[in-house]
């Protein structure tokens, strides 16, 4: 099912899908540290033109079929790089999150890092399809819950092997 996952560039007509994708309650709730006010349009295409604009990020349109299901992002924190996605809430389940992640890690030097709300149990199943270990904790406030949320600290080592999205 995975098989038909592809990445390419993000062009400009894929924001409009990746700002639908980011109306979903559920999606906001689990991502947890998601944006204040997913409505805003105006802040979501202010978000948008950082990241595009910003050479140290990598980021990828996630597509299936054709479709835009969704988008991976690697991007600079301090001096650790750290990965994130998106897939479209009505695509979950079908192993596009992992199988886009694993195509990203493919284009990535390691280590690599990521983060999860402690209870996002599909957040973290993905990371751990791709390679990924706890490495520590953190808590911080989340738009998408209103409230301080724990979460896991991954990592992906420099010595794992390839894994996920086969």
């Not at 990445?7 to 109306?23: G, I, K, T």
Request: include cysteine.
């Amino acid at each position: 099912m995975t098989s038909d996952v592809r990445l390419r560039p993000v062009r400009e007509d894929d924001l409009v899908e990746f700002f639908l994708h980011q109306q979903d309650p559920e999606a906001n709730r689990m991502a947890a540290f998601g944006p204040a006010d997913p409505s805003d349009h105006r802040e979501f295409a202010r978000h948008w033109a950082r990241v595009l604009t910003d050479p140290a990020n990598l980021v990828r349109t996630v597509e299936v079929d054709g479709a835009v299901v969704g988008h991976v992002t690697a991007f600079p924190v301090d001096d650790l790089t750290e990965v994130s996605y998106w897939i479209d809430p009505a695509r979950w389940g079908r192993g596009y999150a992992t199988a886009a992640l694993a195509a990203l890690l493919r284009e990535l030097p390691r280590p690599v890092h990521a983060r999860a709300a402690k209870d996002n149990a599909a957040s973290l199943a993905v990371l751990r399809k791709c390679g990924f270990v706890v490495v520590g904790e953190d808590s911080g406030y989340a738009n998408g819950r209103g409230a301080e949320v724990e979460e896991w600290l991954l990592e992906l080592p420099a010595d794992a092997p390839e894994q996920g999205g086969h």
